[in-house]
């Protein structure tokens, strides 16, 4: 069996985001000035942690967060970054480019929430879901063959014990203070949204005392940052979550205005 953190970041704001246009996949742009800031004020937060692994999307403004996180942190400068195209955003076809207004406005013509909407040539909530599951396969392999050691204890027959509940100081190590594999991830927002959705919904992951689903559903601010710890065994048809403990959904203290001034 192995434990592992696994903190996912949102990417830093782009001009697109400012003005409100939908990028999705086709459109491949930078971070805005503000988005750097963001970014740098994310790695500040996280610059003592020990980020063993590294994913991110390969688009743009994910590779830079991405860069500007680790080029913060005094323990993983080193660590290798992983590009990978599973993790981009949820393509919007022909609404990309376009105001997100407009998105809303031709949910609403085809009589469906604009969640819910895919426009054409888009992709479909569940075909997101189909790619964060399809990563989260390759993840916990790689984790197993990277940190699984070969004298760690099988589980039993009578099934593994659960995890203690984290201890939560809204801190930035929260979560991770005993956990010595952690992975970072830097993706979008509408593909953390199904992400998140996948792990509490469909693999049941345990959820912090007085959280609300309100709050867990909620968009992720750019650079938001969300937390889990995900304990694996190995079985014949490959490795499986069998806990999955959230520590924080969506965390921006790093965004307080006076934060921000300092950077």
Known sequence: ?????????????????????????????LLSDTGHQQAAAAGQYL????FTNVFVSNLQRAVQTAEIILGNNLHSSATEMISDPLLRERGFGVAEGRPKEHLKNMAN??????????????????QVKTRFKKFLRSLYQRMLEVHGSGDQRSASTSGPSEPEQPVIAG??????????????IVSHGAFIRVSV?????????????????SQVFSPCPNTGISRFIITLRREESGPRASHIQCVFINRKDHLDDSVMRCI
């Open 47 to 50: 610059r003592d942690l020990h």
């Open 197 to 213: 959705r996948h792990l509490v919904e469909d693999l049941q992951c345990r959820l912090p005392a007085g959280l609300k689903m």
């Open 1 to 29: 069996m192995l434990s592992f953190a696994l903190t996912i970041v949102r990417h830093g704001e782009t001009q697109y985001n400012r003005d409100k246009l939908l990028q999705g996949q086709g459109i491949d742009t």
């Open 109 to 126: 013509a085809a009589g469906q929430a604009c969640r819910d909407y895919t426009p054409p040539g888009g992709e479909t909530l569940e």
């Open 171 to 184: 801190l930035a190590n929260d979560g991770v203070q005993s956990v010595p594999v952690h992975a970072l």
